[in-house]
């Protein structure tokens, strides 16, 4: 019997099974002739049955067909789902709630319904069930790193598949940084023709490693990205854009030197990991250049937040600029902290003038929050309390749990291992909610997300190898209501990975990476589990 990932809040079996042949066919209500258009496209693909598909407010013959219908009083991403014998059931409130609903049943079927071409010789037969289900969290997400290894768009949709493959309905794309700028601005061309390349690119974790002598670049048009929204908005996916300030700007400044601070600015993209000294100054003129440039992303992106980054802001080139030291004095600001805390807070007033709101990193908790701003908690958990317990909300995404680029295991054939050990174990115990938060306070958390930092990934195979399965656990994590036990799941897994090999996912295997999976003679930095306490200590201290 095929069970169900995430874990349904309620599951019961009934008799028989239902069987989708060339003569089945679907039968949606109007408001979810998208979902429906969806299932038939993957049904095709898999089974290459093209089932006729009726939109109508009531199903004229509900025999042999799979109905999709409008009930308001779901919540709004939860679903009924019943198979029988003669026909399958969907029930949603939304768009949402009838995507994942399809997702649902698409797990009853044979694990080769997740294939991308016609399976031969498989019964597409269904257990009799009925489910009634719904998200614990409204933000379930993963952030894609598209700076430090570009994506081309079609990767960007295949993950997109895959997120929705798992009901998360988030994915945040980190678009600019000092290694790259990759979307489009039309007023600011010269922000994806220089910033967009960089010459080289470092091998391994650890500065002093070798260069690899080959230019790297890229950028996704306009029009590029509105097929990645209307793709993903297509699957019940929000894509939420972020564009780095005040820190992780050398992409930018290289790109229009007078945005930099002093006259020192960089020519390229930097080449090298890690924190980066370049920074925005702290000119009118610069934050004008920031709403300009947020302008278009709001234009593109229609999600109500937008991530304005704020984090590993070095002050250093603040701090020694004389100029910005005498901006500082007029602005009346006592020290850099504040400065970073007011250049935030002008580019989220300009946000809430355009009706979106600010989305950073946990280090826009320094010198103070602004308003209405939601925050990105990434080290430990020390933001989350922090945000939530002063009425702002969160998002968790704690580097020691869900950083899927860190490495899985110690085996030395993982390859460029870096972070700390992240077991898919470890990833499944995900809880966003701190547990010294209160109830009211807890309110707050609005969900959470995956982190996956691209430095030493640079293809979707690699991208496949650190994102599944942890993913999926994290998935179940933020889906799930209830108690959760890693030896409940870890079956449901296994048979979960049978699905991921007919979507063509190469997934970390338990035993470790396969040949070619590995990234032999590439050291990366690697921390014991001594290091990673006192590296998380030097991180949460710097928020006081
Ligand atoms: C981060 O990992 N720098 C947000």
Known sequence: ???????????????????????????????????????????????????????????????LAIRLD????????????????????????????????????????????????????????????????????????????VVRHFAPTRDVLRFIDLLAMHRLNTLHLHLTDDQGWRVEIARYPRLTEVGGWRPETQLGAAHGSDTDGRPHGG????????????????????????????????????????????????????????????????????????????????????SEYICIGGDECPKIQWVEDERTQERMRELGLHDEEELQSWFVSRIGQHLASRGRKLLGWDEILEGGLADGATVLSWRGRVGALTAARSGNDVVACPEDTVYLDYRESDLPSEPIPTGTVTTVEKAYSFDPVPAELDAEQATHVLGGQANLWTEHIDSMR???????????????????????????????????????????????????????????GVSGRTRSVEEAAAHLARITANIG
Request: net charge negative; aromatic share 8%; hydrophobic share 45%.
């Open 1 to 63: 019997m095929p069970t169900l990932l995430p874990r349904p809040a309620h599951q019961e079996f009934t008799d028989g099974e239902f069987e989708l042949t060339r003569d089945s066919a679907l039968s949606t209500h109007p408001d979810l002739a998208q979902p429906a258009q969806r299932l038939q496209e993957r049904l095709r693909a898999a089974t290459g049955f093209l089932l006729p598909l009726e939109v109508s407010e009531e199903a004229s013959d509900t025999s």
């Open 70 to 145: 409008l009930d308001p009083a779901l919540a709004a991403e939860g679903f009924e789902l019943e198979t029988t014998p003669r026909a399958v059931r969907i029930a949603a409130a939304t768009d949402r709630g009838a995507h994942w609903a399809a997702q649902a049943l698409l797990q009853l079927f044979p694990a080769a319904v997740n294939r991308r071409s016609p399976a031969p010789g498989i019964r597409w037969t269904a257990p009799a069930t009925r489910v009634a289900d719904a998200p614990k969290f409204p933000w379930r997400g993963a952030m894609l790193d």
């Open 219 to 302: 950028f996704y048009t306009q029009d590029d990205i509105r097929e990645i929204v209307a793709y993903a908005g297509a699957r019940g996916i929000t894509v939420v854009p972020e564009i780095e300030l005040p820190g992780h700007a050398q992409a930018a400044v290289a790109a229009y030197p007078e945005l930099g601070v002093g006259d020192s600015a960089p020519t390229t993209p930097w080449t090298l990991w890690g924190i980066n000294p370049v920074i925005f100054n702290v000119e009118e003129s610069t934050i004008g250049f920031l709403c300009d440039v947020l302008d278009e992303v709001i234009d593109l992106f229609p």
């Open 462 to 520: 690699g991208l496949d190898y650190r994102a599944f399965p942890r993913l999926s656990a994290v998935a179940e994590a933020l889906w799930t209501t209830g108690d959760r036990d890693y030896e409940e799941f870890a079956p449901r897994l296994a048979e979960h990975l049978a699905r991921l090999d007919a979507a063509g996912v190469e997934y970390r295997h338990a035993d470790g990476p396969r040949p070619w999976q590995e990234r032999p």
